[in-house]
């Protein structure tokens, strides 16, 4: 469970941001659940103008993740180490970035950073509380030669020395340390879902639906969203020689599902993939139901459907296994209900046994006129500085309104919002 992240000099972020997902009122809602004596929001919304940055808080904990687990694969001394600083300014271009993240496992607070840039990560550090004192695992600073390693609480680090262009908790992992193998398998549940981008995720529900309980699962959520389908299945496909290039070249398709393509090329059959597909009740002239037709998912149904399904298994797995959720662009292509029955999912504690968080981007306003959908705390800007930087901040720093109230949550914030007392939203110039 997500408690804070912090990070500074990455793409559009200049100077600290900071995202809590503590409550402010820390008091039990539908809108958090308590660990220990904290009480995490289960949701939290960023808006702002385009190329406010808004996206790019999501992208630091995206590539954070990116970069804990390694994915660059970096290996030999001379690898590069990715690294994407705030450009507009002399003194950031050529500095390290910056990145700390505080969560739940297992009830214990861990806070978990490091800085670094291309080519050396010059700190590094891990810290638990398991019972409201911090206490400090490991720390590196190159600039102070400092390594040092807690002998009683983190055995597994003892001895270990890494390349200045490799994080200190790779090595732990790799001497088979349990805490650090816990902290990794905490940000593998830590995912990233780009919105606009929907045809990756809806490759995962493919898999997902395989499983009789989760497709269940996703039908009831399908049937719920009134899109007029009456069943789901996973069909196979012929597919065009172009086709068959792309499918291979894609990523995030299993390997499994690859070699299956190519075998069958390389035996002169006619290629195939699994599909989704949807049925739909068909009615005669009477509108008598008369059967069923099946569509193609991604041939026959909208946009916008093809979007929940994407979206779908991705969401009801993050509300299974309770794991941190970052959507960016949540709203494009969907109607604001659907939007607006994926936000509830999270707050209803029924289905959100295992307290699954969901951080997301969106330009639907409609969303803060919702009664209850949010509170204060959940609803986050970002705006630009004259010098391109970033600054992200809450609602709750809107104290008081233009009647000298504070702001709550059952106020007309949408319509604050458009008439700009929030900033937040683009100026328009004269034409």
Same mark, same amino acid.
């Given at each position: 469970?997500?408690?804070?992240?912090?990070?500074?000099?990455?793409?559009?972020?200049?100077?600290?941001?900071?995202?809590?997902?503590?409550?402010?009122?820390?008091?039990?809602?539908?809108?958090?659940?308590?660990?220990?004596?904290?009480?995490?929001?289960?949701?939290?919304?960023?808006?702002?103008?385009?190329?406010?940055?808004?996206?790019?808080?999501?992208?630091?904990?995206?590539?954070?993740?990116?970069?804990?687990?390694?994915?660059?694969?970096?290996?030999?001394?001379?690898?590069?180490?990715?690294?994407?600083?705030?450009?507009?300014?002399?003194?950031?271009?050529?500095?390290?970035?910056?990145?700390?993240?505080?969560?739940?496992?297992?009830?214990?607070?861990?806070?978990?950073?490091?800085?670094?840039?291309?080519?050396?990560?010059?700190?590094?550090?891990?810290?638990?509380?398991?019972?409201?004192?911090?206490?400090?695992?490991?720390?590196?600073?190159?600039?102070?030669?400092?390594?040092?390693?807690?002998?009683?609480?983190?055995?597994?680090?003892?001895?270990?020395?890494?390349?200045?262009?490799?994080?200190?908790?790779?090595?732990?992992?790799?001497?088979?340390?349990?805490?650090?193998?816990?902290?990794?398998?905490?940000?593998?549940?830590?995912?990233?879902?780009?919105?606009?981008?929907?045809?990756?995720?809806?490759?995962?529900?493919?898999?997902?639906?395989?499983?009789?309980?989760?497709?269940?699962?996703?039908?009831?959520?399908?049937?719920?969203?009134?899109?007029?389908?009456?069943?789901?299945?996973?069909?196979?496909?012929?597919?065009?020689?172009?086709?068959?290039?792309?499918?291979?070249?894609? $990523?995030?398709?299993?390997?499994?599902? %690859?070699? &299956?393509? =190519?075998?069958?090329?390389?035996?002169? @059959? #006619?290629?195939?993939?699994?599909?989704?597909?949807?049925?739909?009740?068909?009615?005669?002239?009477?509108?008598?139901?008369?059967?069923?037709?099946?569509?193609?998912?991604?041939?026959?149904?909208?946009?916008?459907?093809?979007?929940?399904?994407?979206?779908?298994? $991705?969401?009801?797995?993050?509300?299974? %296994?309770? &794991?941190? =959720?970052?959507?960016?662009?949540?709203? @494009? #292509?969907?109607?604001?209900?659907?939007?607006?029955?994926?936000?509830?999912?999270?707050?209803?504690?029924?289905?959100?046994?295992?307290?699954?968080?969901?951080?997301?981007?969106?330009?639907?306003?409609?969303?803060?006129?919702?009664?209850?959908?949010?509170?204060?705390?959940?609803?986050?800007?970002?705006? %630009?500085?004259?010098?391109?930087?970033?600054?992200?901040?809450?609602?709750?720093?809107?104290?008081?309104?233009?009647?000298?109230?504070?702001?709550?949550?059952?106020?007309?914030?949408?319509?604050?919002?458009?008439?700009?007392?929030?900033?937040?939203?683009?100026?328009?110039?004269?034409?």
């Amino acid at each position: 469970m997500l408690l804070q992240f912090i990070v500074s000099n990455f793409r559009s972020i200049k100077d600290t941001v900071t995202l809590s997902m503590n409550t402010a009122s820390n008091k039990e809602s539908e809108h958090s659940f308590q660990v220990r004596g904290y009480h995490l929001l289960n949701s939290a919304v960023i808006y702002g103008a385009n190329a406010s940055g808004k996206s790019n808080v999501l992208r630091a904990m995206g590539f954070m993740c990116y970069l804990v687990l390694n994915k660059p694969k970096i290996t030999q001394s001379t690898d590069k180490l990715p690294h994407q600083p705030f450009r507009l300014n002399t003194e950031t271009e050529q500095a390290s970035s910056y990145f700390e993240i505080v969560f739940f496992l297992d009830n214990i607070k861990y806070r978990y950073g490091f800085e670094a840039d291309s080519t050396t990560v010059y700190a590094e550090w891990l810290f638990s509380d398991e019972s409201g004192k911090e206490a400090r695992l490991f720390e590196r600073d190159s600039e102070q030669n400092l390594h040092y390693v807690n002998k009683q609480k983190f055995k597994e680090g003892i001895g270990l020395k890494v390349p200045d262009n490799h994080l200190f908790i790779w090595k732990c992992d790799q001497n088979n340390g349990d805490i650090s193998k816990k902290i990794l398998q905490w940000f593998v549940r830590f995912n990233f879902i780009d919105g606009l981008e929907n045809e990756s995720y809806a490759n995962f529900s493919l898999t997902h639906i395989a499983n009789s309980g989760s497709k269940t699962e996703l039908l009831k959520l399908v049937k719920t969203a009134d899109l007029g389908i009456e069943e789901i299945a996973v069909g196979q496909k012929d597919v065009t020689h172009a086709a068959t290039q792309h499918f291979m070249n894609d $990523p995030s398709i299993p390997k499994e599902a %690859k070699q &299956k393509m =190519l075998h069958e090329v390389n035996n002169g @059959a #006619s290629a195939s993939i699994e599909s989704l597909q949807s049925r739909h009740k068909k009615f005669n002239a009477e509108n008598q139901e008369i059967g069923s037709v099946l569509f193609e998912l991604d041939e026959d149904e909208s946009q916008g459907t093809q979007k929940f399904f994407a979206l779908s298994a $991705p969401i009801l797995d993050t509300l299974e %296994k309770g &794991k941190v =959720l970052l959507i960016d662009e949540l709203d @494009a #292509s969907l109607h604001p209900m659907l939007t607006e029955c994926f936000i509830k999912l999270f707050n209803n504690k029924e289905l959100n046994k295992h307290n699954a968080q969901l951080i997301f981007v969106t330009h639907d306003i409609h969303l803060l006129s919702v009664p209850e959908l949010f509170e204060r705390d959940q609803i986050w800007f970002t705006e %630009k500085n004259q010098y391109g930087s970033t600054h992200l901040y809450s609602l709750l720093e809107f104290r008081k309104n233009n009647k000298g109230k504070d702001v709550r949550a059952t106020d007309n914030l949408e319509k604050h919002y458009l008439q700009g007392r929030f900033g937040a939203v683009p100026y328009i110039g004269e034409w």
